[in-house]
């Protein structure tokens, strides 16, 4: 089925997943989120797609926020259900995929915006992105991880100011805390999202996989994370990517690894 909202773009690999609704800088109503649910679960399941991108189309806005428009009149019900679903479909599946995730932070990350982006793996932002969590001025706290990834991320004090505030940081700002990994021009930042994919491609697919899931159980106050490495680790030397790892390293060439 095709995407309204989405265009999707193979690379060699690399997935580039631009959500396009730059008239409305990139909003996530819930068909867009919809979308997104269903483009991670098609990324997930292609044994070519090996590192994706996530950004937003257009110059100015990588993803301004949930649509404002769309939950204006929501009751009660309706809002919890609208941060469950999101949860759910896009913001923890995002962080849970299977392969590293690149958010390429072309501009506004805002609100539903950062979240997004903190729901990736890695974060690396054009020089013009702003970045922020305005929900309070509308009323409102973030409903789609925001409370919680930001906190991880920047630590507790920091998260409480920007929350509070409602204010945008600038990307250098970001950079400083921790909440983006780097900073380039707006003209160097696919090419600098594809540096970052071609490196994490020449590694084994099944131990990538194996460590989004170690680093995620420390975060899982259900998992002891050390716990999850230890078991994660063992499972690795069963695989046919150790093999290839180990053998290559002995025959002094470069491992060519296939995934299990
Ligand atoms: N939800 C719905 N529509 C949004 C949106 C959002 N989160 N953010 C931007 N838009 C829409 C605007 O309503 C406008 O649409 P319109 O032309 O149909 O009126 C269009 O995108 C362009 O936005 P505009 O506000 O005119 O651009 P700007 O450059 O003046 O301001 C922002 C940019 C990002 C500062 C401003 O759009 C903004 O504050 N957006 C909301 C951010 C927010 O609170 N996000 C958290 C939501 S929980």
Known sequence: MPFNNLFIADNEGIRTITINRPDQLN?????????LDRALLDADADKNVRVLIITGSGPKAFVAGADIKEFAHFSVDEGKALSADGHRKLFDHMEHMSKPV???VNGFALG????LAMSCHIRVA????RLGLPEVSLGLIPGYGGTQRLARLVGRGKAMEMLFTAGMI???EALQ???VNHVVPQDQLSAK???????IMKNSPTALAAAIRAVNAGYDPGTNGLQREIEEFGKLFGTADFKEGT???MEKRKAEFKGN
Do not use: H, Q
């Open 193 to 199: 999202c594809t540096e970052l994919a071609v490196a």
């Open 126 to 129: 054009s020089e013009n992105a």
């Open 112 to 115: 539903g915006g950062l979240e």
């Open 27 to 35: 909003a996530l109503d819930r068909g867009t989120i919809d979308e």
């Open 247 to 249: 053998r290559a390293f």
């Open 102 to 104: 690149i958010a390429a």
């Open 177 to 179: 805390w921790g909440l």
């Open 170 to 172: 600038k990307a250098d």
